[in-house]
């Protein structure tokens, strides 16, 4: 007996492949990754530089702060910068995964590395194992779930049957045993990647905030 493979087992799986796929990527990512970062943390110092000295004028117009020349072009060298940052990884992310999961999805696995660690299989629609053609097409109508902002991946939560928009645009379901349960490293698991994701986003706000500092001063003194 099978089951749908749910919403949070299969972040999980989605997870592990997207940390699998990095890992082998980052030797040839990192180099530039960090030297782009260091220029986008330069771009953003300019930025908060420029609004601070927009807004040294006699009179505060919100209006003319944010059409002043020098904040313009600072938000667009931001974009820029973080264009040049973002491009390389989600580039070398998706052609790593698309590999990673077409090949696992047509083989005897039946799912990415990452999927039978969960204990999921991909089928079609009457249970049976996918091909190759059949695999590629399924993750290429993936990208209408992120195109969706990820609510096509969320429609997984739905039950009955827990498929996301791109398992029915392709035909295909994400299974379990009936009786698998949740193996114990993969709570741990997910509970590292929440308390990674809030570590990162205090220590990034804490960073944007001493760059926007230090403009401040530059430009009121103190």
Known sequence: MTAPGGFWRRYAAWSLDAALV?????????????????????RFAELFTAFYGALGGDALDPARVLDHPSLVSGVAA?????TRMAV???VALVMGSL???VAGECSRWQGSPGKRAMGLRVV?????AIGAAHAL?????GGLSWLTLNLGHAMAALPPDH???????????????????????????LAVQAFTAVAATVAL?????????AAAERAFGG
Not at 22 to 42: G, I, N, Q, T
Not at 124 to 128: L, N, Q
């Open 22 to 42: 990095a890992l082998v990527a980052s030797p040839l990512l990192l180099p530039r990754f960090f030297a782009d970062a260091r220029a986008l943390d330069v």
């Open 78 to 82: 931001v974009e820029a910068a973080l």
């Open 88 to 90: 390389p990884v989600a």
């Open 99 to 101: 590999i990673l999961h």
């Open 124 to 128: 079609d629609r009457h249970g049976a």
């Open 137 to 141: 097409a399924r993750q290429l109508a």
């Open 163 to 189: 498929l996301a928009l791109h398992d029915r645009v392709s035909g295909t379901r994400v299974v379990r045993s009936a009786s698998s349960a949740w193996p114990a490293w993969a709570r741990a698991w």
């Open 205 to 213: 706000t804490g960073h944007l905030m001493q760059l926007a500092q």
